[in-house]
């Protein structure tokens, strides 16, 4: 046993007090209600920020869509259902979520393409030829750091990678664009969006946020903190499905400029005018490429649905209510607790609230081993090669004593997976 742990109480005693807190925080949870609107099973899902749990009334509202607005009102569907204008439709019902105006969000294609718009739109914004730097999150999802790279050669300038805790020593008068993940998909860090956006604009140049780690997870608040232009996907906290199409936010005050790569028919101004000459359409419409994808288009609108009446505040304050007791209970069931000497795993995930997103990464020297146990116990969380141990926290349908029984199996899993 470590020396940290002959201070503590009894084992039995703390864990017996961590089963009377999982009741008692479940209990006095106001968004408990909602898990019911979501399909699970006995096992603990701690896997939503990866892909999102469906939400039950989802396959109904799907079958429609196949059955009736295709099957029999076909064609007149693109009018009559609503589905030509969905992009921008279902683009309003994210806004809220993201702190986004009306009219700003557009949805379809995937979140790298989606990056790629930003980017180069985001260069073609700063319109100056001597602001030669695209900036990006040197701890990037990968798909991003692909993707800027080829804008950058697509659009002469060079690609710098910086730590977001230190982006000022990046910027400057050469920097057109900076591209940051808000919360790392890794780490689990959240990033300072409102500070690290007013450092850009200072530098005189755009802000692009990927949001896939943070929307329904926090407040993001878009408008309020002046980003420029920002992207996400939707299969994680906004459990819109496998492969659910991502969104494009573009502030509307750049609207007008806003000069896409992908210039489709979609994002014409008058797309049934057939007209070789390409006129972009007006507001968030102009983000738009082809055809959309309608059918999971449409399981994200009804997936949507559980967000009524949800206010983001108290999402956030939960979602940290759950880490926070994952750490507690990680520390009381895991062999040599966390972070010690003697410990199996430590965390990744900043301590402090304000540095926190909605997931702890635990590194541990046999993660691969530990996961596929877990898995076998029911307990569903996702492997970041080599050796870390990622758990997502869902606020709208994780309680807390699913987080009290997935820190119990690590328990037991450690206790029979030798050490490395
Ligand atoms: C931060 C981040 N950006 C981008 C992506 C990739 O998005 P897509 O596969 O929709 O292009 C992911 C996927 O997990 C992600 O976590």
Known sequence: ???????????????????RDAAALDAADPLAPLRELFVLDGGVYLDGNSLGALPAHVPARVADVVARQWGELRIHSWRESGWWDAPERIGDRIAPLVGAGPGQIVVG???????FKAVVAGVRLSADESRTDIVVDAATFPTDGYVAESAARLT???????????????LGPATAVVLLNHVDYRSGRLHDLPALTAAVHEAGAIAVWDLCHSAGALPV??????????????YKYLN?????????????????????????????????AMDHRYTPAGGAARGRVGTPDILSLLALDAALDVWEGVDMDSVRAKSL?????????AETYAEGGLNGVDSRVSSLTPVAHEARGSQIALRCAEAPAVMDRLA?????????????????????????????RAAAALGEVLAEVPRA
């Open 321 to 329: 209510a759950l880490t926070d007791f994952f750490l507690r209970c």
């Open 376 to 404: 076998g116990r029911g307990v569903v969380g996702d492997l970041r090669g080599p050796d870390v141990l990622r758990f997502g926290f869902t606020p709208l349908y994780t309680g807390f004593e699913d987080v009290r």
């Open 221 to 234: 608040d878009l408008d309020a903190h002046g980003v420029d232009l920002a992207v996400g996907c939707t």
């Open 156 to 170: 002469g300038r060079r690609i710098v990678h910086a730590d977001p805790r230190e982006l000022s020593a990046a």
């Open 1 to 19: 046993m470590s020396d940290h742990r002959m201070t503590q109480p009894d084992e039995s005693v703390l864990t017996d007090e961590l089963v």
């Open 240 to 272: 819109g499905g496998p492969g659910s199409p991502a969104y494009l936010y573009v502030a509307e005050r750049h609207q007008e400029a806003f000069e896409s790569p992908l210039p489709g028919w979609n994002s014409h101004a008058d797309p049934f």
């Open 109 to 115: 294609d995937s979140t790298s393409v989606n990056v």
